[in-house]
């Protein structure tokens, strides 16, 4: 369902539903918010004020809009195409292979069924991932917000590429992972997304052929990069982790995404929060490709602050938050409701450095949220239902003021 529009410039709007769902913690029984210019003014709940403009959305709940950190637009086109072999390395060369069989008019017409799947979900907020370089029109377009990542693996950083900003997304720079992409690469990626408040995106400890990679030299991984014309002579190899290997090359800082996280143990954890790194968990991808899901339990203890992503429909059934809520309310039975919720909502927005603008319904917050009519008996089974939802299909309230 595409968005309902709400843009009276200048001039006050009501929203009123039977909860309001402002944050984690934060749920109000016969909400409303107010919205002026786009952004969210007021939130209480009770009698509202008297003013001009007055939208009852009903019995149900208007929530933040769920935040999708990771995610692959421009292998939309694959969906249930690439079979899931046995190793990383063999499906990653399918995937490939196939990626480079289809046509750019293939590839952006799976895009916007991306983009349709993830405005359907109420999934509004996106990090996307883009190596070959078609999602950027597509999004910049769309009713989404986020971040577009240039992906880059290999050595040397292409000349003329410069980080722009559109509509509801920036650009920033992702390197493809630390056996893919050479430290000096690496280095002149970081350098380079300083240059924007935006973060810089990196796979991280996501399948054995890359620990074995990072902690060895040799292995699966170092033949296929030798294969692909990848050198790693001088690469600062082996490593005791991929972790380590980041932090020994002085990329483990405030700014940085790390994705997926799956090689890791309590001491890895105990690094990235130490130097207040982001984090973004793909459990169902995880389990589709590698059979193993991430300690999320290890990485709370060691306060690790968890967004959400999908990564492609390649290796996921669907971009929908809601569904990934649900797969990980279900693997992970003792994690408070509460938590999961923030995890795809204000710490998802927080990891693409966009919470001044998204994660909750707050003052000052754009004025972008999702209704669902869904009327619980108390603020407890309300989050408890919103984490089990997983085919949710909320409409979407877009009040924010047109570029």
Same mark, same amino acid.
Not at 124 to 132: A, F, N, R, T, Y
Not at 253 to 277: I, M, R, T, Y
């Given at each position: 369902m595409m968005p309902q529009q709400h843009k009276i410039e200048g001039r006050p709007t009501l929203h009123r539903a039977g909860w309001v769902l402002m944050d984690s913690q934060t749920v109000l029984q016969n909400g409303y918010l107010t919205t002026v210019d786009g952004r969210i003014e007021k939130?209480?709940?009770?009698?509202?004020?008297?003013?001009?403009?007055?939208?009852?959305?009903?019995?149900?709940?208007?929530?933040?809009?769920?935040?999708?950190?990771?995610?692959?637009?421009? /292998?939309?086109?694959?969906? %249930?195409q690439v079979p899931m072999a046995p190793g990383f390395v063999p499906w990653a060369k399918e995937l490939i292979a196939l990626r480079e069989s289809l046509s750019p008019n293939i590839l952006a017409n799976g895009i916007t069924q991306g983009i349709e799947q993830?405005?359907?979900?109420?999934?509004?907020?996106?990090?996307?991932?883009?190596?070959?370089?078609?999602?950027w029109d597509i999004l910049k377009r769309s009713p989404l917000a986020g971040v577009l990542f240039k992906e880059f693996l290999g050595t040397d950083l292409p000349d003329g590429y410069k980080l722009e900003t559109s509509g509801g997304f920036s650009q920033s720079f992702a390197g493809h992972a630390p056996h893919t992409t050479a430290p000096k690469l690496l280095r002149a990626l970081v350098s380079e997304s300083r240059h924007t408040p935006k973060p810089f995106s990196i796979h991280l400890a996501e399948s054995d052929e890359e620990t074995e990679f990072i902690t060895t030299g040799r292995g699966r991984w170092a033949a296929f990069?030798?294969?692909?014309?990848?050198?790693?002579?001088?690469?600062?190899?082996?490593?005791?982790?991929?972790?380590?290997?980041?932090h020994t090359l002085n $990329?483990?800082?405030?700014?940085?995404?790390?994705?997926?996280?799956?090689?890791?143990?309590?001491?890895?954890?105990? /690094? $990235?929060?130490?130097?207040?790194?982001?984090v973004c968990l793909c459990v169902q991808s995880n389990i589709n490709l590698h059979g193993k899901k991430p300690d999320l339990k290890g990485m709370i203890k060691a306060g690790l602050k968890i967004g959400l992503g999908t990564d492609s429909l390649a290796s996921c059934d669907s971009l929908s938050i809601f569904t990934e809520l649900a797969a990980l309310s279900s693997h992970y039975p003792g994690i408070a409701p509460e938590t999961l919720f923030k995890m795809a909502t204000l710490n998802?927005?927080?990891?693409?450095? $966009?919470?001044?603008?998204?994660?909750?319904?707050?003052?000052?917050?754009?004025?972008?949220?999702?209704?669902?009519?869904?009327?619980?008996?108390?603020?407890?089974?309300?989050?408890?239902? /919103?984490? %089990?939802?997983?085919?949710?299909?909320? %409409?979407?309230?877009?009040?924010?003021?047109?570029?």
């Open positions: 939130v209480g709940n009770g009698i509202p004020p008297r003013m001009g403009d007055v939208i009852d959305h009903g019995p149900g709940v208007l929530l933040p809009p769920l935040v999708n950190a990771h995610t692959h637009l421009e /292998l939309c086109a694959l969906t %249930n993830l405005v359907g979900s109420g999934t509004l907020i996106v990090g996307d991932i883009s190596s070959v370089g078609l999602s990069l030798t294969q692909r014309g990848i050198l790693f002579d001088d690469w600062p190899l082996p490593a005791k982790s991929p972790v380590e290997y980041l $990329l483990l800082k405030p700014g940085l995404l790390a994705v997926h996280l799956l090689q890791c143990d309590s001491g890895d954890f105990e /690094l $990235l929060a130490k130097q207040n790194v982001a998802g927005s927080a990891a693409l450095g $966009l919470a001044h603008d998204y994660g909750t319904l707050s003052k000052g917050k754009q004025a972008l949220m999702i209704y669902l009519p869904m009327t619980p008996k108390n603020p407890k089974t309300l989050i408890e239902r /919103l984490v %089990n939802s997983p085919d949710a299909a909320p %409409n979407v309230i877009d009040a924010r003021k047109a570029p």
